[in-house]
């Protein structure tokens, strides 16, 4: 019936009676279908203290911390669930990202690693070829991101990372247009300001060459 909220509590009464993993997940979904976050998020770390080795409660956990900002916490819970799941590609990928982001040179390798592992998702290949890209192997980043960018034409986030990408590599004009026509399809992506504030620096650019 679509009242989230309802099902969360009633989840919530369940799990008091008898206790689980499943429920724990179920209470955490409900809460934020009912755009209830703090609930949400509790749910998620007392099911992570009494479900350690629950991958799911995990994930789920390092992805709420990465959303909300709180990076130590997030590389903390993604590096547990890697030691749980060698081979967990989100967590290695956003592991990789964090790591990027903090400048920890650990960055390269855990990119590289979910690269190998998932080949043919956009997203993770978007990963490696920015990383790659911002440790002085441009032309690989360019190649990976173009890549990404072929199997998810739509993604914005994606196409910004190109247009820096064919920047840092020297191709200014290709990049320019790149963003005028990202911008001119998206309105609403996280790299939106940092695209315009490039975008005004290329034509700026450009105009002063004429």
Same mark, same amino acid.
């Given at each position: 019936?679509k009242?989230h909220?309802?099902?969360?509590?009633?989840?919530?009464?369940?799990?008091?009676?008898s206790p689980?993993?499943?429920?724990? &997940?179920?209470?955490?979904?409900?809460y934020?279908?009912?755009?209830?976050?703090?609930?949400?998020?509790?749910a998620?770390?007392? $099911?992570a203290?009494?479900?350690p +080795?629950?991958? @799911?409660i995990?994930?789920?956990?390092? /992805? *709420?911390?990465h959303?909300d900002?709180?990076?130590?916490?997030?590389?903390?819970?993604? *590096?547990?669930?890697?030691?749980l799941?060698? +081979?967990?590609? /989100?967590?290695i990928?956003?592991?990789?990202w964090?790591?990027h982001?903090?400048g @920890? /040179?650990?960055?390269?390798?855990?990119? +590289?690693?979910?690269?190998q592992?998932?080949p043919e998702?956009?997203v993770?290949?978007?990963?490696? $070829?920015?990383?790659e890209?911002? =440790? @002085?192997?441009?032309?690989e980043? &360019?190649?990976?991101?173009?890549d990404?960018?072929?199997?998810?034409p739509?993604?914005?986030?994606?196409?910004?990372?190109?247009?820096v990408?064919?920047?840092?590599?020297g191709?200014?004009d290709?990049?320019?247009?790149?963003?005028e026509?990202l911008l001119?399809?998206d309105?609403d992506?996280?790299?939106?300001?940092d695209?315009q504030?490039?975008?005004e620096?290329l =034509?700026s650019?450009?105009s002063h060459?004429?």
């Open positions: 019936a009242n909220k309802a099902a969360a509590n009633a989840y919530s009464e369940a799990y008091l009676r689980s993993s499943k429920l724990i &997940l179920r209470m955490y979904q409900s934020k279908l009912a755009n209830d976050e703090k609930p949400a998020l509790e998620l770390e007392r $099911g203290k009494k479900y +080795d629950n991958a @799911d995990r994930l789920a956990l390092a /992805t *709420e911390y959303l900002g709180r990076l130590e916490e997030a590389a903390q819970e993604y *590096e547990r669930l890697i030691e799941r060698p +081979d967990n590609i /989100t967590a990928n956003n592991l990789a964090i790591y982001e903090k @920890d /040179t650990r960055a390269r390798a855990l990119a +590289d690693r979910a690269y592992l998932a998702r956009p993770i290949v978007d990963t490696y $070829g920015w990383i890209l911002h =440790s @002085d192997n441009k032309v980043g &360019l190649r990976a991101i173009q990404a960018a072929v199997h998810a739509t993604n914005p986030t994606i196409r910004y990372h190109l247009a990408a064919l920047q840092m590599n191709q200014v290709a990049a320019r247009k790149e963003l026509r001119k399809t309105s992506f996280p790299e939106l300001t695209a504030k490039l975008l620096k =034509s650019s450009a060459q004429q």
